[in-house]
């Protein structure tokens, strides 16, 4: 009888399981179990459903999908691939879960209970045991149906022999996924568009173009500019949305741009570009948004207002586009979205030149950014945002080693910092501002960490805020966490002039965990994307002297010592507010031994 209910069919088969399962769970099972729950949830299932997957059976650490089509399968299984890639970022080997997929289309026979059987489920199994990790088998069968479709490197592994299956299976091998940086310029110079790909996150992904300015003055550029900061800023809020940070997009301003090239190599579905066009009194607010895959423009509209409706102006700009990308997004959220910074032009006026200010990137220019924002603070005394930025100007002066901050300008920086998170309750970036300004430059790093995570909170797709969160763990002694935010940072600003700081946290944080090989690695990169990054250069040379490689080290050190940057053993107290004495400790240690100046 049970023959009678059976079903045969064609169909394509998905199976796939975790590489090292059993390693994984010796090691912490209860952690890797939760870990295999929350990516279900999280990313395969819903990208199963999407894919109109049907899930057959699960096994432990694996599954078995049928679908529709073999394409259906394969964009699945590349996208939960490309999320793992994300999830796995700066984690260490023995803590990734790594999936290996086998894609086959054949017979197979559906009992009653829901359960396939016959050589498609078979091929499949046995093609996904020969899969690398993080890759994706497939059948000629298969590969003749997608080969057409897909935009990936493709491997012909030839003919093999799969166990149990009688004849010798051609094999493609699909290998998922990019370097986990996009090339990136030295701090200060002009950012070069790269080629690498990267993975689309499991969310709707967009990058917002800068705006051409179409006022017929070039001075009004930072006005043009900061409708796009204020876009990005609004777009950011939505949890369901992944946006690119202002810093990786503007890499594009001034240049004529393939907006498919700029899906690839910023690792988006989604592009908006436009215009602004301000007078004395009116402003027009012109938008595209375009599939990124595909170069199909899905919505576009201009938008006419007097310069006091900027606000309400970019609020419409910011609900179409969330709403053509993510039509799950509530009434509600995008509600919730809107915020008016200030009531007061001149103020948001002086606020804008100091962020354009900023952005030039000189210990000049950020002395007229701070001028700026002053400005705005006085014409707005309530205005957060402009007591963040300011603060955030004694972070960068310090980073670059522009200045050494004496007691008063701490206090200054400080007095900034709290007054940003005390008016900015409910405003991200014044609080991650605040908090990188209070734990690096005021030392106060327990509430420098509480206001980054408040900030955080509040947007998830704030890149600065990572970056601020990363290095405040880095002082604050929890390396591990610091090594996931930062990496979260760089995914979301993948061509950001602030790479090598990134690169050097995350050096750092290997290097407070005894990691000293990696911790040369990835100061090693640092260096690589900003040769004359002191910090960077101090971080390698200490690595690498605990290493037990002690002709770089002093050769690294050798660099450092001609720079005269001010990075010497006996003011690292001064520069890095570190927690733990046994991490200062180390440090020096490191320095000593590498021969960097005392």
Same mark, same amino acid.
């Given at each position: 009888?049970?023959?009678?209910?059976?079903?045969?069919?064609?169909?394509?088969?998905?199976?796939?399981?975790?590489?090292?399962?059993?390693?994984?769970?010796?090691? &912490?099972?209860?952690?890797?179990?939760?870990?295999?729950?929350?990516?279900?949830?999280?990313?395969?299932? #819903? @990208?199963?459903?999407?894919?109109?997957?049907?899930?057959?059976?699960?096994?432990? &650490?694996?599954?078995?999908?049928?679908?529709?089509? +073999?394409?259906?399968?394969?964009?699945?299984?590349?996208?939960?691939?490309?999320?793992?890639?994300?999830?796995?970022?700066?984690?260490?080997?023995?803590?990734?879960?790594?999936?290996?997929?086998?894609?086959?289309?054949?017979?197979?026979?559906? =009992?009653?209970?829901?359960?396939?059987?016959?050589?498609?489920?078979?091929?499949?199994?046995?093609?996904? *045991?020969?899969?690398?990790?993080?890759?994706?088998?497939?059948?000629?069968?298969?590969?003749? $149906? +997608?080969?057409?479709?897909?935009?990936?490197?493709?491997?012909?592994?030839?003919?093999?022999?799969?166990?149990?299956?009688?004849?010798?299976?051609?094999?493609?091998?699909?290998?998922?996924?990019?370097?986990?940086?996009?090339?990136?310029?030295?701090?200060?110079?002009?950012?070069?568009?790269?080629?690498?790909?990267?993975?689309?996150?499991?969310?709707? *992904?967009?990058?917002?173009?800068?705006?051409?300015?179409? *006022?017929?003055?070039?001075?009004?550029?930072?006005?043009? &500019?900061?409708?796009?900061?204020?876009?990005?800023?609004?777009?950011?809020?939505?949890?369901?949305?992944?946006?690119?940070?202002?810093?990786?997009?503007?890499?594009?301003?001034?240049?004529?741009? !393939?907006?498919?090239?700029?899906?690839?190599?910023?690792? +988006?579905?989604?592009?908006?570009?436009?215009?602004?066009?301000?007078?004395?009194?009116?402003?027009?607010? @012109?938008? $595209?948004?375009?599939?990124?895959?595909?170069?199909?423009?899905?919505?576009?509209?201009?938008?006419?207002?007097?310069?006091?409706?900027?606000?309400?102006?970019? !609020? $419409?700009?910011?609900?179409?586009?969330?709403?053509?990308?993510?039509?799950?997004?509530?009434?509600?959220?995008?509600?919730?979205?809107?915020?008016? #910074?200030? *009531?007061?032009? =001149?103020?948001?006026?002086?606020?804008?030149?100091?962020?354009?200010?900023?952005?030039?990137?000189?210990?000049?220019?950020?002395?007229?950014?701070?001028?700026?924002?002053?400005?705005?603070?006085?014409?707005?005394?309530?205005?957060?945002?402009?007591?963040?930025?300011?603060?955030?100007?004694?972070?960068?002066?310090?980073?670059?080693?522009?200045?050494?901050?004496?007691?008063?300008?701490?206090?200054?920086?400080?007095?900034?910092? %709290?007054?940003?998170?005390?008016?900015?309750?409910?405003?991200?970036?014044?609080?991650?501002?605040?908090?990188?300004?209070?734990?690096?430059?005021?030392?106060?790093?327990?509430?420098?960490?509480?206001?980054?995570? %408040?900030?955080?909170?509040?947007?998830?797709?704030?890149?600065?805020?990572?970056?601020?969160? /990363?290095?405040?763990?880095?002082? /604050? /002694?929890?390396?591990?966490?610091?090594?996931?935010?930062?990496?979260?940072?760089?995914?979301?600003? #993948?061509?950001?002039?602030?790479?090598?700081?990134?690169?050097?946290?995350?050096?750092?944080?290997?290097?407070?965990?005894?990691?000293?090989?990696?911790?040369?690695?990835?100061?090693?990169?640092?260096?690589?994307?900003?040769?004359?990054?002191?910090?960077?250069?101090?971080?390698?040379?200490?690595?690498?002297?605990?290493?037990?490689?002690? @002709?770089?080290?002093?050769?690294?050190?050798?660099?450092?010592?001609?720079?005269?940057?001010?990075?010497?053993?006996?003011?690292?107290?001064?520069?890095?507010?570190?927690?733990?004495?046994?991490?200062?400790?180390?440090?020096?240690?490191?320095?000593?031994?590498?021969?960097?100046?005392?």
């Amino acid at each position: 009888m049970a023959s009678d209910r059976a079903e045969r069919r064609l169909a394509a088969i998905l199976v796939s399981d975790i590489v090292g399962y059993s390693r994984l769970a010796a090691a &912490d099972e209860d952690r890797i179990l939760a870990r295999l729950r929350t990516l279900r949830s999280d990313l395969i299932d #819903p @990208t199963i459903a999407v894919h109109h997957g049907r899930v057959v059976k699960r096994t432990g &650490d694996g599954s078995i999908v049928e679908f529709r089509s +073999v394409v259906d399968a394969v964009r699945c299984a590349v996208e939960v691939q490309s999320g793992m890639i994300e999830r796995n970022a700066g984690l260490p080997p023995e803590r990734r879960i790594d999936f290996r997929v086998g894609i086959h289309i054949g017979d197979v026979v559906q =009992e009653a209970d829901g359960d396939l059987m016959g050589d498609g489920v078979n091929i499949a199994a046995r093609l996904e *045991s020969v899969a690398k990790p993080g890759a994706i088998c497939l059948s000629e069968d298969a590969y003749r $149906q +997608v080969k057409l479709r897909l935009d990936l490197p493709v491997s012909d592994l030839g003919e093999r022999r799969l166990k149990n299956i009688p004849e010798p299976m051609r094999v493609y091998l699909i290998e998922v996924g990019a370097p986990a940086l996009a090339p990136t310029p030295q701090a200060g110079a002009g950012a070069e568009t790269s080629s690498a790909r990267l993975a689309l996150p499991d969310k709707p *992904s967009i990058a917002v173009l800068p705006f051409q300015n179409m *006022s017929g003055d070039r001075e009004q550029d930072y006005f043009a &500019d900061g409708v796009v900061e204020d876009i990005i800023t609004a777009l950011s809020r939505f949890k369901n949305l992944f946006v690119i940070a202002r810093n990786s997009s503007f890499t594009y301003k001034g240049k004529a741009v !393939d907006v498919k090239e700029v899906g690839r190599e910023l690792g +988006v579905r989604y592009v908006l570009e436009g215009s602004v066009r301000k007078t004395a009194s009116r402003v027009r607010i @012109t938008g $595209q948004l375009i599939d990124a895959a595909t170069g199909a423009h899905l919505w576009a509209d201009r938008i006419d207002g007097d310069i006091g409706d900027i606000f309400d102006l970019q !609020d $419409q700009v910011t609900a179409s586009v969330a709403a053509a990308v993510a039509p799950q997004i509530e009434r509600a959220e995008i509600e919730r979205s809107k915020r008016k #910074p200030t *009531s007061n032009l =001149e103020a948001y006026d002086h606020y804008l030149l100091g962020i354009a200010s900023l952005y030039r990137g000189t210990k000049q220019d950020s002395d007229e950014a701070l001028k700026q924002f002053d400005l705005a603070a006085q014409r707005d005394p309530e205005f957060a945002a402009a007591y963040g930025w300011a603060a955030y100007c004694y972070v960068l002066r310090k980073a670059r080693g522009w200045q050494t901050p004496d007691a008063s300008q701490v206090a200054d920086a400080v007095r900034l910092a %709290r007054s940003a998170a005390s008016l900015g309750r409910e405003d991200s970036v014044a609080l991650c501002f605040a908090g990188h300004a209070l734990a690096y430059v005021g030392h106060e790093i327990d509430d420098g960490v509480a206001f980054v995570d %408040r900030g955080l909170a509040l947007n998830s797709n704030n890149a600065r805020g990572w970056y601020a969160s /990363g290095w405040t763990r880095v002082f /604050g /002694g929890a390396p591990e966490q610091a090594v996931d935010h930062l990496a979260r940072a760089m995914r979301l600003s #993948p061509v950001d002039p602030l790479t090598p700081m990134m690169l050097n946290g995350i050096g750092a944080s290997y290097f407070f965990m005894g990691r000293y090989d990696e911790a040369a690695l990835w100061t090693g990169k640092a260096i690589r994307e900003w040769p004359s990054y002191a910090g960077s250069l101090f971080f390698c040379a200490a690595s690498q002297a605990l290493a037990g490689r002690l @002709t770089e080290a002093r050769e690294t050190a050798t660099r450092l010592n001609e720079l005269k940057a001010g990075w010497r053993v006996s003011n690292l107290k001064d520069l890095l507010p570190l927690r733990r004495p046994t991490d200062l400790a180390m440090l020096e240690e490191g320095a000593r031994l590498a021969g960097i100046a005392e």
